[in-house]
Each structure stands twice: as C-alpha cells, then as structure tokens.
C-alpha cells in the first residue's frame, strides 16, 4: 500500500548544525517524526555547506516515515556572501549595503537557477538585481 503525505513541512536551517533543540524539534515533535534521523541525516548531507542557510522541504507520512528536498540558499544570503558583508542595509533607499557587479549578480542567478521559476540567465539575473535592490546593495 501506498504511503499517505499526512504533512508538508518548511525549515531553513544552517548548513550541518541542525539540532534536536527548538526551533527544530518543536517544528518536528507534532508531526511525530524521529527528529534524531531527521538532524543526522541532514547534517550529514549539509556538511560541505557549512556557513550556508538551507531551506528545506520534509514531507511526513502516515506511517511516520519522511524525506525531503533540500533547496539553494536564499537569494540574499547568496548576494551577501559575494558583498562580504554580514547584512543588507536596513533602509535601502536612504543608505546602501554595498555594490555588487552585474557578473557576480549573473554568478548568484546560476547558483540559485534551480529554485527560481525560469530558465533563462537574463531573467534570473534580473530576479536577483531585484532582491539586491530591496537589500539596499547596487548593481553596476
């Protein structure tokens, strides 16, 4: 028999430092899945990653089985990681974060291709020059 989908469940954490520890283990607890597996298995699947945010994607069954999907980081953790700098600026009209090529924009595009809704570089760039844009970093 086939197994049932009893939940879909969104995480974003660091990359191999996943612990049983909230906000974790509260998230996971309810869906009644063994949260032990769940931080070995992505911890060991993250660990070259180390530094990066991950979101994820659990899907729990019925029978208290799971898997999920790991996605890119987010689009601003991967602006500010080329910037160098540890945060956008908070009033992005008024002061600027920093600037950033329009080849590093194009390298962030790539690395996040997967997650974004086209296929297409130049769309994709453009995707990120906006998330730049509202994180107060400039694209020249």
């Known amino acids: 028999m086939a197994k ?3 939940r879909k469940i969104k995480l974003q954490i660091p990359a191999g430092k996943a612990t049983p520890a ?27 990653l180390s530094g990066d945010i991950i979101p994820v994607e659990l899907t729990v069954y019925d029978d208290r089985s799971f898997d999920f999907i790991m996605k890119k980081p987010p689009a601003s953790r991967l602006l500010l990681k080329a ?9 992005n009209l008024v002061s600027k974060a920093g600037t ?3 080849e590093q924009v194009r390298q962030v595009a790539k690395e996040k291709m997967p997650d ?18 509202s994180m107060g970093v400039e694209v020249k």
């Open 100 to 102: 950033i090529t329009k």
């Open 116 to 133: 974004l809704n086209t296929n297409d570089i130049e769309q994709a760039s453009k995707i990120i020059e906006g998330t730049a844009r």
């Open 22 to 48: 909230p906000p974790i283990g509260t998230v996971l607890g309810p869906a009644g899945i063994n949260i032990g597996d769940f931080v070995n298995q992505f911890n060991e699947k993250t660990r070259e």
């Open 83 to 91: 910037l160098g700098k540890p945060k956008g600026s908070g009033k």
């Open 4 to 6: 049932k989908l009893v």
